[in-house]
């Protein structure tokens, strides 16, 4: 019996044992396709050669040093290169080994930056409903999704939710989609209002949203005025890209689709790509020279932040999307993706609608496509699918209460970049034998 304590401790998993390419191989030979690297984490698929060397070369040199004594060569040359390639004034790096992690830093960093300028009374947060951020308490306390707060609400930090962006679920269709987004942006600058304009110390919010909605991409226009308001009101801007970037969407950073600049930026899964556990927090000199000016350090850390086998793996992995010109591969093998999703289930009658960007798609799936009515969650169809897309041979990364929380359920998909159109091909053809399947003997 299996004494690791998994996500789903319920369910009896198969014992991965290898990876080869886009797929991983469990120990009785059976071969899955990975088309959610795992969750939007292995972009470069399994069997990177060049990140694997970097692993071996950097633990065999150093594998550790901690950051309060020492810096070392791969967390300074992976700092140099993201910030090279970073849009905006994102201009300072901060290492850590994942996302609950990078949100966190985001999050006290906002906080210690607006002591150090002398506003110490701005200390509200708002993110949206729905949303996630991670399962540490202030992560989990910024993040909006119900079912994953509720046994934690009492001991959790209190914070603002507005709306999120999600036009397929809340836009009326007498509302067109700019003044949806006009609309819904707007509830940002009435929640800085009504909790006070100077006490407000930012606003979270993923630019393509992730495990919750299932790559939801906003309206074109929402973010230019999420940024207006930011501004008008003093208010920071974190972007969690923890999913959706590094590639993911196309962009390397999701948010350049937008057009803004963020002031702090939130990465990890795709920067380590599986091969290690790495995250970075990213902000702008003037964040950061605020603080250095004012008590002179960050009040924050972990053991581990910075650690020399994962910047070297973390480094390799932008290495290689750089070199093979993977970002743009993601953008059209997204597109090549998205039309094959299309055409296998653009009449089918329980997909109520396919979206995302990129290599970052979902399908939403709904009892009536007319009335975009959900099924009841007691069918628990997301889990069923997840395990009937096993049995396929196909990795994908099932969402539940996908509308309020309790209700709604998609499933998301984020291959691995180096994907070919045969094997997205193959992807479409699995996913849509697990999708017939699942439905028959659920409905
Ligand atoms: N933020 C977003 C948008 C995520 O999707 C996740 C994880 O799924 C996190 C933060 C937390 O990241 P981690 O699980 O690496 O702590």
Redesign the pocket.
Known sequence: MSHVFPRHCHASLPTAVAGDGCYLIDKDGKRYFDGSGG??VSCLGHSNQNVINAIKEQAEKLAFAHTSFFTSEPAEELADLLIANAPGDLDRVYFVS??????ESAIKLARQYFVEKGEPQRRHLIARRQS?????LG?LSAGGNVLRREKFAPILVEMSHIAPCYEYAERDSAEDLEAYGQRVANELEAEILRLGSGTVMAFIA?PVV??TLGAVPSVPGYFKRVREICDEHGVLLIL?E???GMGRTGYLFAHEAEGIKADIV?I??GLGAGYQPI?AMLCTDHIYNTVKEGSGFFQHGHTYIGHPVATAAGLAVVKEMLNNDLVNQVKQRGAFLEQALQAKFADHPHIGDLRGRGLFRSLEIVENRDSKKPFDPSLALAGKLKKAALEEGLVCYPGSGTRDGKHGDHILLAPPFIASEAQLTELVEMLSRAIDKTLSKTI
Do not use: R
């Not at 994942?98 to 949100?103: F, L």
């Not at 996630?132 to 540490?136: A, K, R, V």
């Open positions: 969750a939007a994942g996302g609950s992690e990078s949100v996630y951020h991670g399962n540490t992560a993923e992730g495990a969690d923890v999913m959706c939130c990890a899964k995250g």
